[in-house]
């Protein structure tokens, strides 16, 4: 009988203990004969501050991993550590995935796609006009490109950082060859003209409770799409369901992101509708826990 072959993987960020990508990544190597393991690498875990990047990026290399999730706050930070870009995590300037093979760090993005594919399934009718994008970090990067991808017309962009926010907007319609992106000084200025809001900030997490917008802005006629996924239900859902609109919880990128993810690390085609029932899964199982 010949051995399983073996594969190891992590993920680098701050406060991801309730990170359910292992689980999910770990079934499916299962399911293609693998013998997959996710480790998490959490520098407030560890009691590491945030300048210990480079040695987790260099201890995971040297214990053989094939590569390495990254999440907040070094989606932008990793990029300087790293030997090579895919074309989208060049575009976008942002990685969440890092691959290594042959003694060299490839970045990747598959955020934008996680996202791309969640927003298509979970709301494939929205109405697509106009729409307010809360954060332009490394995850709203990804997010903003996929709401141009998604033929989002208008979308306007607010961030703490308004130059951030600025350099987002430029890059993207310098991208899209059209003036699609626009910066707002608050989102009281845009979501009174908006389809619908997308969250891209790290607000309603357990580390960082709360809800990015005041509720009395939130109206029926909007969609609300949270790329935040713990908990599954953040306040801003919750909210913004208590007015009736339709919303789009984070799960659906996080299982996206993870299928792109498990692809490049493994170089094997993983079954989304499976990893879908399984973080549908995981999510019961800590609601009834």
């Known amino acids: 009988m010949t051995d399983r072959p073996s594969l190891k993987v992590g993920l680098i960020g701050a406060d991801i203990q309730l990170s359910k990508t292992p689980p999910m990544h770990m079934r499916e190597g299962q399911a ?29 290399q040297a214990r053989g991993f094939a590569g390495l999730n990254i999440t907040h706050p070094f989606k932008q930070r990793v990029i300087s550590h790293l030997d090579a870009l895919s074309d989208d995590a ?28 969640s927003f298509k399934r979970g709301l494939p009718n929205a109405k697509r006009d106009r729409a307010l994008l809360i954060g332009a970090g490394g995850a709203g990067v990804a997010v903003a490109h996929a709401a141009l991808k998604l033929d989002i017309r208008h979308l306007d962009i607010f961030d703490q950082d308004k130059e951030r926010a600025r350099q987002l907007a430029e890059q993207l319609n310098e991208r899209f060859g059209s003036k699609r992106a626009f910066t707002v000084e608050a989102p009281e200025k845009s979501l009174p003209h908006a389809d619908g809001l997308i969250h891209a900030t790290p607000v309603g997490m357990p580390a960082h409770p709360g809800i990015p917008v005041a509720e009395e802005l939130l109206e029926s006629r909007h969609w609300v799409a949270d790329i935040v996924y713990m908990p599954l239900v953040t306040a801003l859902l919750a909210a913004a369901e208590a007015k009736g609109c339709k919303t789009l919880p984070g799960g659906g990128m996080a299982v996206f992101q993870a299928v792109g993810a498990f692809r490049l690390f493994a170089e094997r085609e993983p079954d989304s509708d499976r990893m879908a029932a399984h973080f549908k899964e995981l999510c019961e199982a800590e609601a009834l826990g």
């Not at 976008?92 to 594919?117: C, M, P, S």
């Open 32 to 60: 293609h004969g693998i013998d997959y393991s996710y480790e998490l690498m959490d520098i407030h875990a560890r009691n590491l501050p945030e300048s210990a990047l480079p040695q987790l990026l260099d201890e995971a």
């Open 90 to 117: 060049r575009m976008l300037g942002a990685v969440n995935t890092v691959v290594f093979r042959d003694g060299k760090r490839t970045g990747h993005n598959t955020d934008w796609y996680g996202f791309f594919e």
